[in-house]
């Protein structure tokens, strides 16, 4: 079974920009929530994705905002990029009967 | 908010030697989980506690979760240089509350 893919792996951008980060969960997770890490911060619960619709949200400004399509694959999409936005934005997904997330290997965001 | 916190931050350890990180959540947990993200990697799930005293062993590794169900701990008998990276504990709510993470180090 094919693991969590997240796509770009890497990518600069400077301020101001937008970006958008893509995910595809394993086949048959309905559930995928994202995370931003950084060295000073640890794991940042960003937001869930259930069906198409955001469960919960975490405590991120509304320039993060995020969508899942009907086949549970989702995006995250930061606005007006700031230097404070770098990071390692990683992607899970969950059956939620387990609970047991299963992350990409991140998409890495540099800007400048 | 629900806050999870783990201690240390960071652990030093000689080849051969054993470590223990310890997971401390605001509120009562359901469950508990812990993960490892080695170095330039990204966050692999170890296991789940979910009763309350639960003692789970895979290997070196040995987890427990407190009995009233708001603490844990991952205990490695005998490190080895394979075990270098993050442990985190992640405690389940209306959203996934991570531990702040241990790094370990250990030295051949």
């Known amino acids: 079974k094919a693991g969590v893919t997240q796509t770009p792996r890497y990518l600069i951008k400077t301020r101001g920009q937008q970006v958008t980060l893509s995910c595809s969960p394993i086949?048959?997770?309905?559930?995928v929530s994202w995370y931003q890490q950084t060295p000073g911060q640890g794991l940042q619960f960003l937001f869930e994705?259930?069906?198409?619709?955001?469960?919960n949200k975490g405590n991120f400004p509304g320039r993060f905002s995020g969508r899942q399509f009907s086949n549970s694959r989702s995006e995250m999409n930061v606005s007006t990029l700031e230097l404070g936005d770098s990071a390692l934005y990683l992607c899970?997904?969950?059956?939620?009967?387990?609970?047991?997330?299963?992350f990409g290997e991140g998409s890495r965001l540099t800007v400048l | 908010g629900q806050q999870v916190m783990q201690i240390p931050q960071y652990q030093h350890v000689q080849e051969g030697e054993d470590f223990t990180t310890y997971c401390n959540s605001s509120?009562?947990?359901?469950?508990i989980q812990w993960y490892k993200q080695r170095p330039g990697g990204h966050p692999v799930f170890l296991i789940q506690?979910?009763?309350?005293?639960e003692v789970k062993k895979q290997k070196r590794l040995t987890f427990q979760f407190g009995e009233a169900k708001k603490n844990s701990s991952l205990h490695i008998t005998a490190t080895q240089t394979t075990d270098v990276g993050t442990y985190f504990c992640?405690?389940?709510?209306?959203?996934?509350?991570f531990g702040t993470g241990t790094s370990l180090t250990v030295i051949p």
């Open positions: 509120t009562t947990l359901s469950n």
């Open positions: 992640a405690g389940p709510g209306n959203q996934f509350y």
């Open positions: 994705y259930f069906s198409e619709t955001q469960r």
């Open positions: 086949s048959g997770h309905r559930s």
């Open positions: 899970a997904s969950r059956t939620v009967i387990t609970g047991e997330l299963f």
């Open positions: 506690l979910v009763k309350s005293g």
